[in-house]
């Protein structure tokens, strides 16, 4: 049974318009309720440029109909067979997702975590969370909770510790809102699985090439690389994420919770 005294304190650092490092499958996330304008905006405290998208995590494909339009039987298809899992689907957003989450462009990117503690701190919160990798913008990415406090402690509200990231590269990113489907970033699902499930499925040449100053980016990781994690990749946590520690740290003490 996971700790709800924890997950309610993570979710109401959410809801209050905080910043709370979150564990997900690939690395850590710097998370923040991406409708709120001003949560989003504190988000850049890792120096993260304006127009690098943000990227809306959400419990389960359910949550995909009230932030985007027009959702594609692709991403539900794709959500079945890969979610909760290492890939991001681009969508043209509703109006309730403001332009600064999404670097001023008209889609969004969605994703659902293989964390069940993170899963269930976003439904809590009952808001979708924006969040980029964990870490100072230009710094590796950040694989262990541990990384997180080097690098961002005293910037940010609190840190869920939920071991050790079991992929320790971003998510894979496709475009579902042009015809084939278009892969903008590589990351832990690999194209042949894509591909596998949708058919055509060309690359942007972003993933090869790098972009102009004037370009703008579609999804985080086109025009902005992400360094090579801290840590090498781990093997998933055998124990299971029921029986890890779910630390929740706050500026000033820490209450340490273990999940039964």
């Not at 100072?136 to 080097?150: D, I, L, Q, Y």
């Not at 496709?174 to 055509?200: F, K, N």
């Not at 579609?218 to 090579?228: S, T």
Request: aromatic content about 4%; glycine content about 10%.
């Amino acid at each position: 049974m996971e700790d709800k005294e924890s997950i309610a304190q993570a979710a109401d650092i959410l809801r209050r318009g905080g910043l709370l490092a979150i564990p997900t499958e690939t690395v850590y996330g710097l998370g923040a309720d991406g409708l709120d304008e001003t949560a989003v905006l504190h988000i850049e405290a890792k120096g993260r440029p304006q127009d690098n998208p943000l990227i809306l995590h959400i419990p389960d494909a359910s949550w995909l109909a009230r932030y985007c339009e027009d959702v594609p039987d692709a991403a539900y298809k794709l959500a079945e067979r890969f979610w909760p899992g290492p890939l991001t689907m681009i969508l043209k957003k509703k109006p309730c997702v403001p332009l600064r989450t999404t670097g001023g462009l008209e889609t969004v990117g969605m994703r659902c975590p293989d964390h069940a503690v993170t899963r269930a701190i976003i439904a809590a919160s009952g808001v979708p969370v924006a969040a980029p990798s964990a870490n100072t913008s230009g710094r590796p990415s950040c694989t262990t909770a541990a990384h997180v406090r080097e690098d961002m402690w005293g910037k940010i509200d609190g840190i869920v510790d939920g071991g050790p990231c079991q992929v320790g590269v971003e998510s894979t990113i496709i475009d579902l809102t042009v015809t084939p489907p278009q892969l903008l970033r590589p990351g832990g699902l690999p194209l042949e699985s894509l591909r596998d499930a949708l058919g055509e499925v060309t690359v942007d040449k972003a993933v090869t090439q790098k972009m102009n100053d004037g370009e703008k980016p579609r999804a985080p990781g086109m025009k902005y690389r992400h360094y090579a994690p801290k840590a090498p990749r781990h093997g998933r946590d055998r124990r299971g994420e029921g029986e890890r520690a779910l630390s929740a740290h706050t500026r000033g003490r820490e209450v340490r919770h273990h999940l039964l």
